[in-house]
């Protein structure tokens, strides 16, 4: 039995770290094209990254830093300092390479699906509005995935279009983390 960790693997969800000062930035390149409505809610655009703080029981705090890797429209990736979680993008769904769905179509009230943890996940509420750390974010919608034998957590993620993931919850019994998104965007450099 996996013991009770959260899965950072949906935090993949959106990203940046802030900085202080600096000379202006360097000219960005164009564009990217507009994301298809099921990327826009876990958007894998190559170079963005995501920022998020894990708040415990014990009153503890992990900052965790993600970095998108986009070589295809068909495959992306999230990237942390110990780990890589690769996924798969189709029209109808995003996939966690080696199991588990992320998203999927249609995103609405009851659209079910097997889950990151192989747990029977379901797309609960929509239309929901969100206040973390990174801002307030209104039209998310919000899944959750249900124990398993293997993970005895259930897992709740808040899924917001343009950001992707803002917040997870997981929980399993009495004990309980959130990870919640404080920034995200472009790396910054400095010279």
């Not at 990203?15 to 958007?43: D, I, N, Q, T, V």
């Not at 830093?65 to 996924?87: A, H, I, M, W, Y």
């Amino acid at each position: 039995m996996r013991s009770f960790t959260p899965s950072l693997s949906l935090l993949a969800l959106a990203l940046s770290l802030a900085a202080c000062g600096g000379e202006a930035p360097a000219p960005k390149a164009p564009a990217a094209p507009p994301l298809a409505e099921l990327e826009r809610y876990f958007p894998l655009v190559d170079g963005k990254l995501f920022a998020y703080l894990s708040h415990g029981e014990t009153g503890g705090t992990t900052l965790v830093v993600l970095r998108v890797e986009r070589k295809s429209p068909g495959r992306g990736s999230l990237k942390g300092t110990s780990s890589t979680r690769d996924f798969t993008v189709t029209a109808n769904s995003i996939d966690r390479v080696g199991g588990g769905t992320v998203l999927k179509l249609p995103l609405k009230e009851g659209t079910a699906f097997v889950g990151d943890h192989g747990g029977r996940t379901s797309i609960v509420e929509t239309e929901l509005s969100v206040d973390v750390a990174a801002g307030h974010y209104a039209h998310c919608l919000r899944t959750e995935e249900e124990p398993t034998p293997i993970f005895s957590a259930k897992t709740r993620t808040t899924f917001c279009p343009d950001v992707g993931v803002v917040r997870l919850e997981v929980s399993s019994g009495e004990r309980n983390e959130t990870i919640e998104l404080q920034s995200y965007g472009d790396p910054v450099t400095i010279r």
